[in-house]
């Protein structure tokens, strides 16, 4: 496998691939752009103590990521990833849709046009900045043509720079080790030196499981999504310790723990994941690591760690990471969908 790398490195050259590692590779600068978007849109002066954000699949990832920040500021955030929002009283919507035509988020996001002057909206274009521009809620404009899951940095960007004029306080990004941190990771660097690709090799050759705990949660499911949409891989998620007092019975003969580790991780679990090792044996184990010590840096490393790993397990696989066989396809085929779509016409006129 170390060689069967080696020996398809001509597909880097080949578009698909080379264009996802394009994308992958412009991460910081997508992010620094989205910063730029979501700063312009000006200062104001609202009382933000309870935030609900709305998006699906490599949009919802991103409303994730920003609901975990703002509840490490004592902000309520909750995620929606339904067809209808949860009732309650919300200072903010955030809605994100890269395509600004996913139903879920659309459908959710009717239950406030009331509302508009707390709504945001993150897309790059669709019925999401139609809906904006005719009702006059703030759109937050990404660059378009690309697919959802590669957005995330520019729409996590745009989410970060509108809540900064907003008040909020971010601690200072250091973008310098980030940079640094995905120098290891291109394409350029050996198996030996490069993370990626070593962590790839040994998932295509087994039965990926992931373990996450509450410091890496977002980082493994960001992995486990690009690993299927990008790799088309298959691969089990779940929680530890719940896990290990069930689904530990059920890991197949081939079976690899994939374990993303944080500096922030508990005694208790490291513990845990050192005994889980012991049982297995090291070698069914594979752990993840960033190299930052700063809460936001670790997670973007993290992130870029499992795009770079999904992308060289799409090269071992032999499959294109930027074409996608179903997700469109079914949202084609599905009538809510379609009502959705046409009641949201109907208001748009
Ligand atoms: C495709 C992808 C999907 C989409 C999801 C929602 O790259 O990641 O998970 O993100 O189908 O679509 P959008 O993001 O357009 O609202």
Known sequence: MRHELLDREWMYRVEGYRRAFELVDGYVDAFVEGLRSGRSMGVERIDVNRVLLLGMGGSGIVCDVAAEILSSKGIVAQVSKEYTAPPGEWDLIIAVSYSGNTSETLNSLLQFLDRGDRVVAVTSDGRLARLGERLGFKVIRVRSG????????????????????????????NLDEIRGFQERLKRDKGVDENPAKEAAIR???SHPIIYV????????????????????LLCHYAEIPEALHNDIEAIPRDGLIIAPRSFREPYEISKTIEALSRLLGERRVLELRASSKSYFEEIIELFMLSDYISLYTSILRGVNPLILHRIERLKDINAAYHEIKRRLDEKLG
Do not use: H, T, W
């Not at 690309?146 to 306080?169: H, K, S, T, V």
């Not at 486990?224 to 790799?231: G, P």
């Open 146 to 173: 690309i697919q959802p899951r590669y957005a995330f940095p520019d729409m996590l960007g745009g989410i970060l720079g509108y809540l900064e004029n907003l008040g909020l306080d971010l601690e200072r990004i």
């Open 213 to 232: 705990y509450r410091e890496v949660r977002l980082p493994g499911y960001r992995l486990k999504c690009e690993l299927n949409e990008n790799a088309k």
């Open 203 to 205: 998932i295509s050759k």
